[in-house]
């Protein structure tokens, strides 16, 4: 028994010597290919602007979980779940972070770190249960309610963001959601609930989140619900890969602009707020030195990023999307130009993805590894093949998403192109974040030294295109804590929390004592320190706020 003890407290006196020796590794070096190997670099708060907002993102399908409580409806994402073969592990949301009965806890949680603001989504089916066909769900607007005046409190500012993938599964019966145009007046009755309830107090709005990748990954690819797809993208029951997407993406700008011209002419003058859309953005750069491949690289991003940007921008599609696409590529009226040109006050950037581009029309395409995606030799790609590697060399070092690699310049380069490309229009790095690979021990999950690395080297990267003139007030790292990842389920982890499966517990990784450290550099050193305010309720709720301070019940 003695010798058991003995070897019992050697064990945890070296688990405790290499939990410290992993705090403090310096320099990470991020390796990926040869010529391509990135170091992180030392970077500091100090070197963003003033009243930049550093934060943390979660959206409501991915972290709350109680899907049959309080009036809530089923949705798109429920159902899709819960046919069997459509998400690893068979994992579903029902329970996800169980964040709907312990969103004080992770408020707490975000307020230790020390971040500016909180970028979440509302849950339509929470909130519109059956969208225009019924009533506003009171216990819906109660919770979210409780979420904006606790942050509030606790001085997090709430960016608030509107349609995050799911919506009720009615919508999709009743007429097919995002195919057909009615749900514009749907979405639109929506964004108002949300604005006549949460205006008062929430200043920053993102209307809908990646209409670009739910294009692609739900009616292109069938990866998301409804699974609509064709041939040479996948093998689903139905769908047009070349024409849906169109389709769908018209619908998601329409209905993007008209609740910003709502918000704009209804409640922006009193409340004070900003709306924006939030855009998937890859980077992409040549395979070659070849000019066609370069031009492949600027028409691949046109086709991605300009697809969502240019139409709130400029009022129309990209020149390069139109010069390909026939008549399946939608046409919008003088008045919906109208409506569509500036209907966003600033654009929010999701970032992950920098790939390798080859261009497709004046040689043949092929995929042969798991980062490159077929149908690159069509229109809906932009005759474009992307791909993570160079002559077998990956571009930066993988990850547990097979088409994210650590490229910290594509941070820089795709910021540098919108500012560009859009005349230095305000930003907002909306996701940012590192996927640890599958697999992964738990010690390595929980000491996650490359996502710290990760973080230090893209904020880094962010901050050289800042100095050098963009116009970007916020990055906000993806994710607070591990949740349900899509179709991933629960094996890839984002989060600077981990959390128990069994019993939910949130468990801070490597990475939040980073974060909270970064954070609290300039807030000790320039601001005044947080103060923890206690709960006046079991409710949650603290009516008594004046002038910034709570009074106690």
């Known amino acids: 028994m003695k010798v058991s003890s003995a070897l019992s407290s050697l064990v945890f006196l070296l688990l405790l010597l290499l939990t410290s020796v992993l705090d403090f590794v310096p320099n990470i070096i991020v390796e990926g290919g040869e010529e391509n190997a990135e170091q992180a670099e030392d970077v500091e708060r100090s070197q963003f602007p003033d009243g930049f907002l550093f934060g943390v993102a979660t959206s409501s399908y991915q972290v709350e979980g109680a899907v049959h409580e309080d009036g809530r409806s089923l949705s798109n994402w429920d159902v899709f779940a819960h046919t069997k073969g459509n998400i690893e592990n068979g994992d579903n949301a029902d329970i996800a972070d169980d964040h709907y009965h312990r969103c004080l806890e992770d408020i707490e949680i975000m307020h230790s770190l020390g971040v500016d603001s909180y970028r979440f989504s509302v ?14 769900n009171p216990a819906g607007i109660l919770f979210y309610n409780k979420i904006i005046d606790n942050l509030l409190l606790r001085g997090i500012e709430p960016f608030l963001t509107i349609h995050h993938h799911d919506l009720p599964q009615e919508l999709m019966d009743r007429y097919g959601g995002w195919l057909s145009p009615l749900i514009q007046e749907d979405f639109v009755r929506l964004a108002e609930a949300c604005f006549k309830h949460f205006g008062d107090r929430v ?16 009616y292109e690819r069938g990866k998301y619900p409804p699974a609509r797809c064709s041939p040479p993208f996948g093998n689903c029951s139905a769908g047009n890969s070349d024409v849906e997407p169109l389709i769908v993406m018209h619908h998601m700008l329409l209905a993007h602009a008209k609740a910003v011209k709502l918000y704009r002419e209804q409640f922006q003058p009193k409340q004070g707020g900003t709306i924006g859309l939030v855009v998937s953005t890859h980077m992409y750069e040549p395979l070659t030195d070849d000019e066609l491949d370069r031009e492949a690289a600027s028409r691949g991003l ?37 409506l569509m040109r500036d209907s966003t006050d600033f654009l929010g950037l999701n970032h992950y993805v920098t790939l390798y581009a080859k261009d497709c029309i004046h040689s043949s395409c092929t995929c042969f590894v798991p980062s490159c ?24 070092e993988p990850t547990g998403n097979p088409r994210f690699f650590v490229v910290p310049r594509g941070m820089e380069e795709v910021v540098d192109y ?4 859009y005349h230095n229009k305000p930003m907002f790095i909306t996701e940012n974040g590192y996927a640890s690979p599958k697999g992964q021990q738990v010690v390595d999950l929980q000491h996650d030294i490359k996502r710290v690395a990760y973080h230090k080297s893209y904020l880094s990267a962010l901050a050289r295109a800042i100095r050098n003139g963009a116009d970007v007030r916020g990055y906000f790292i993806w994710s607070l804590i591990d949740n349900f990842e899509w179709t991933d389920g629960y094996d890839i982890k984002f989060g600077l929390y981990a959390v128990d499966r069994v019993t939910m517990d949130r468990i801070p990784k490597s990475s939040a004592k980073w974060y909270r450290d970064f954070l609290h550099n300039i807030s000790f050193n320039h601001q005044e320190p947080r103060i923890a305010i206690p709960f006046s309720s079991a409710d949650g709720f603290l009516p008594n706020i004046k002038n910034g301070t709570a009074e106690m019940a």
Request: glycine share 12%; aromatic share 16%.
């Open 123 to 136: 849950s339509w089916e929470r909130i519109l249960p059956r969208g225009k066909f019924g009533d506003v």
């Open 203 to 218: 200043r920053y709005w993102i209307t809908i989140n990646e209409p670009n990748l739910v294009s692609e990954f739900a």
């Open 373 to 396: 995606f077929p149908g690159g030799d069509r229109a809906i790609r932009g005759f474009v093949s992307t791909t993570g590697f160079r002559d077998g060399v990956a571009i930066g």
């Open 302 to 338: 046109a086709f991605y990023v300009g697809w969502s940007f240019d139409p709130v921008v400029f009022g129309d599609y990209p020149p390069e999307m139109r010069r390909y696409h026939g008549s399946e590529l939608p046409t919008f009226t003088s008045d919906e130009r109208q």
């Open 418 to 421: 919108i500012k560009e490309r």
